[in-house]
Nanobody
Framework: QVQLVESGGGSVQAGGSLRLSCVVS????????MAWFRQAPGKEREGVAS???????TYAESVKGRFTVSRDNAKNSLYLQMNSLKPEDTATYYC?????????????WGKGTLVSISS
């Protein structure tokens, strides 16, 4: 069974930075698309950023220019560098992966890591 484990969440002030990591129990080269999602209290889960095996990336409009997604297949890991954080970035962040194309639905999910941004 594939396991994804996120880390790096925490509490920071607005304007600060955090780097989320996700370690996968299988070779990440097997997953064409990997992505980060988030869910704020009382809101629906939303996609934040995705990265394909060929390292083509996409971002939600709300995080463009502030967040950077990357993957290291040698370490079976996915990362999300978050800069210039805003209170509205507060959410639980989830790592996800699929063997298919981005946008086709994710097959595997982590349990999440909490990010809290204070003003």
């Amino acid at each position: 069974q594939v396991q994804l484990v996120e880390s790096g969440g925490g509490s920071v002030q607005a304007g600060g930075s955090l780097r989320l990591s996700c370690v996968v129990s299988e070779y990440t080269v097997r997953f064409y698309c990997m992505a980060w999602f988030r869910q704020a209290p009382g809101k629906e889960r939303e996609g934040v950023a995705s990265i394909e095996y060929i390292e083509r990336t996409t971002y939600a409009e709300s995080v463009k220019g502030r967040f950077t997604v990357s993957r290291d297949n040698a370490k079976n890991s996915l990362y999300l560098q978050m800069n210039s954080l805003k209170p509205e970035d507060t959410a639980t962040y989830y790592c996800a992966a699929t063997h298919g194309m981005c946008g086709s639905g994710m097959d595997y999910w982590g349990k999440g890591t909490l990010v809290s941004i204070s003003s």
